[in-house]
């Protein structure tokens, strides 16, 4: 098992940034991807980044390309999201989730351990 513990959420106007922080103890993080999911009021989660277990490689849903970088520090066991010109769309709890592999998975039954989730609110 690994715990994972989201952070970096809060309140930011439309065209803001901010930057979100995964960190993970238990199983050894280096050796499995990592991803980023979303869930807004009413909606199903959805998947937001991806990253392999060396951090060299990445994917992104359409509705993010461009604005959002994942990026990991296996030195530190911490997984990051830094989330650029965010847009009311955006608005959701964010959850950072471990995948069972080193190779990038994007659904959400493919990856095994989960966040509690941090709350990222975008005013217009």
């Known amino acids: 098992q690994v715990q994972l513990v989201e952070s970096g959420g809060g309140l930011v106007q439309a065209g803001g940034s901010l930057r979100l922080s995964c960190a993970a103890s238990g199983r050894t993080f280096s050796r499995y991807a990592m991803g980023w999911f979303r869930q807004a009021p009413g909606k199903e989660r959805e998947f937001v980044a991806a990253?392999?277990?060396?951090?060299?490689?990445?994917y992104y849903a359409d509705s993010v390309k461009g604005r959002f970088t994942i990026s990991r520090d296996n030195a530190k066991n911490t997984l990051y999201l830094q989330m650029n010109s965010l847009n009311a769309e955006d608005t959701a709890i964010y959850y950072c989730?471990?995948?069972?592999?080193?190779?990038?998975?994007?659904?959400?039954?493919?990856?095994?351990?989960w966040g509690q989730g941090t709350q990222v609110t975008v005013s217009s």
């Open positions: 989730a471990a995948g069972d592999g080193p190779s990038i998975v994007t659904k959400v039954p493919s990856f095994r351990n």
């Open positions: 990253i392999n277990w060396s951090g060299d490689s990445t």
